[in-house]
Each structure stands twice: as structure tokens, then as C-alpha cells.
């Protein structure tokens, strides 16, 4: 059985918060505290998305009156599963059970 890497997104509310900066590094403190020490394995980083001006890439934060949605991605290896829609499922399984009430999304299922 081989292993995968799992990407999920999540949507991450921040409030009063001044800054898109402030806000990612809250929502990623935040994710951080409720994965510890569960699922303390689980690598996190804000969320990036390309421009379709200029090709670059830019933070998927947002911040309207002092309150944020701040997009995160969150990666973890599942060892000795049946499939990529296993893998998929284990990583939702472990990684929702610490992070209650957070929508989470499949994005990427690769095999290691």
C-alpha cells in the first residue's frame, strides 16, 4: 500500500484584526494551537492563489471591517493507504476532528 502527501484548503475568520499580515499570522497561530498535539504532524502555511493579471502570486486573505477570511493549506502524509480517495479521507477524518466547524477541502492527493 503506498503513502501520499494530502493538501486540504481551509477557510480560516479572523476578527479584529488590523492587517492582512496579522490576520494570516493569527489564522496560522490558530490552526497551529488546534492541531497540537493531535495532529501536530500537519504542516500549515497561508493559502496562495495566482493573479490572473500578472501571474503572480498572491495571499488569500482578506480583511473587511476588521474581520478577515484568510485562505490556509494544510498538508499531511498518510502512510499505507488503499487509495488516493483514501488518503483523502483519512486526512479529512484526522484533520477535521481538530479543527471543529472549519470547511475543508481536498486540493491535491499525490503519491510519495
Not at 476578527?15 to 497551529?32: F, L, N, P, R, T
Not at 493573479?51 to 494544510?74: M, S
Not at 498518510?78 to 466547524?101: N, P, Q, T
Request: with cysteine.
Amino acid at each position: 500500500m503506498p503513502d501520499y502527501l494530502v493538501t486540504l484548503e481551509s477557510a480560516w475568520i479572523i476578527k479584529d484584526v488590523k492587517s492582512m499580515d496579522d490576520a494570516v499570522s493569527i489564522a496560522i497561530s490558530e490552526a497551529g494551537k488546534r492541531l497540537n498535539p493531535s495532529a501536530k504532524f500537519v504542516e500549515i502555511e497561508a493559502g496562495m492563489i495566482a493573479c490572473p493579471f500578472c501571474e503572480g502570486e498572491l495571499n488569500t486573505a482578506l480583511v473587511v471591517a476588521a474581520t478577515a477570511l484568510v485562505g490556509l493549506v494544510l498538508q499531511m502524509k498518510v502512510f499505507r493507504a488503499e487509495s488516493e480517495e483514501h488518503a483523502a479521507r483519512i486526512a479529512k477524518s484526522v484533520v477535521g476532528k481538530a479543527l471543529h466547524d472549519v470547511p475543508l477541502k481536498v486540493q491535491e492527493v499525490q503519491e510519495l
